[in-house]
């Protein structure tokens, strides 16, 4: 799983999301999307936007922790099914 650590970034340096929304003309509602990490989907102008107006790498905001209880699906929704490891 992909996470978004803008809640974290914005609580270290203080800064509300309505500030982060007037620093980068980003709607607030999109900003509260990514804070709430509600999004399956990013623009990644906006994450230059964001990494330029707070002063970090994209790295300091998209984090990927591996999830094993993600359930994968295809472009139709229809679950994908996992490959079994290879046995040696």
């Known amino acids: 799983m992909i996470r978004i650590l803008l ?12 500030d982060l929304a007037r620093k980068t003309g980003i709607r607030a509602s999109t900003i509260g999307d990514y804070y709430n990490e509600m999004t399956d989907r990013i623009n990644l102008r ?3 936007l964001i990494c330029k107006a707070l002063d970090c790498d994209l790295t300091d905001l998209l984090v990927y922790e591996p999830d094993d209880t ?19």
Do not use: D, I, M, Y
């Not at 993600?70 to 040696?88: D, F, H, N």
């Open 46 to 48: 906006h994450f230059e």
């Open 7 to 18: 809640s974290t970034r914005l609580g270290e340096l203080r800064w509300s999301q309505a």
């Open 70 to 88: 993600v359930q994968l699906k295809s472009r139709t929704g229809a679950p994908l099914q996992r490959k079994p490891p290879a046995k040696k």
